[in-house]
């Protein structure tokens, strides 16, 4: 399935060209018709590229479901269109075709928190086109003055109401609107790995890149917002092909917001709350069924995925500016833990913090430095399963010594030529799939990402 990156790279570089041409053309003529206030349609477009390695490491066993003890590569090629224009007054409509291919490190199986916040969109080293979001968005001012918006990828600059109610309604991804961080946030820009893109104990429903179908609706007032969506979830977990039984399987998240200024440096709360319903696995049946056929496939949730299951999860996510250039950002997590992953990563809990600090205090505004530590840990139910030998979908060493999952990163983000960042990129790892029998493991990656 991932057979590596040879032979393909004229095939993406191709496709990557043409719609980098396509795309400037049309912005090119946008910017000759449009002001810098206001825009009337957009074209925009980014390509990403990272190349990680990862050391030897030392591990007493490995089973099925292991990060490998050998060296290895990773890589992840994307390039995105992101196309959009308003159909009516306060609509707008949005289509974001993508091209991708990638190889992750050990079939993407053997840790919690991704390296790579970009694998579960790659598909193998082969080039694939695809509609990554397809959604309207409808925006009904409710006065209290008015508030900029600056283009952005699938944002229009324009004017609106601080008071305002809006509909998000498609194709596309619970992060595109619940759970924002402006320092931790795009794996393409911020940390790589994703448990700096989302707290990993998020099981938000998705197909397995990320992206599903539904609505979410907003609401601001002043200081506040107040967001509330659903939607669907895959038809087998972590698989691509979509349910959409959205009012049988689906999942629904809460989040309230509050900005605020400390030591008169702007910050912002967040509370989230979520909640699934689908066809998945418990862990207890799961691991009865294991000691009852020890004769059996050890991944034996997908024996005992036999009705539908609740699994919810709460969260605060912090950030705070603490000067001009330095921010501090702060997510935690918990879910219930009973039932295996829907959508995400083998995650029960977890907390991830650090700091992110832009060049300025050296003369280079545009760069950034960024220092980030992970702790993931799952339920005792999983536990259990996993040091009986049982197998779940990204995990599973064959036996557990458990310790949480600890992972530390350091970026620098080089600012290199208009639009374009290099960016080096270090992660280590302890304990990989909560097991202190293995690892640490190292991780070294370039990425080299730019926008138009």
Known sequence: MHSGISGHRPVTSTIIRYLAQVVLALGASHTALAGDDYEEWTARFQTTYVRQVKPAMNAAYSGPNSLQADKEFSYTGTATAYLGFRPWRGGELYLNPEVTQGRPFSGLAGSSGFTNGELTRTAGSTPKLYRQRLFLRQTWGQ????????????????????????????????????????????????????????PLAYDYAADARGFGWGFALEWYRDDWVLRLGRMTGPKKPNMLPIDYQIGKHYGDQVELEHAHELWARPGRVRLLAWRNRANIASFRNALHYLKANPDADPQTILAVRNGEKIKYGLGVNIEQALTDNLGFFLRTMKANGHTETYAFTETDASIGTGLSLKGGGWGRGMDTLGIGFLRNSISKERRHYLEAGGISFFIGDGALNYRPEQIFETYYSLKAWKNTFVTADYQRMWNPAYNADRGPANFYAVRVHAEF
């Open 143 to 198: 006065g209290g003055g008015s508030e900029q918006l600056e283009a952005d990828l699938n944002q229009m600059a324009g004017t609106v109401d601080k008071n305002r109610v809006v509909l998000t309604v498609g194709n596309f991804s619970s992060l595109d609107v619940f759970d924002d961080n402006a320092y931790a946030k795009d794996p393409r820009v911020h940390f790589m790995n994703a448990g700096f893109m989302a």
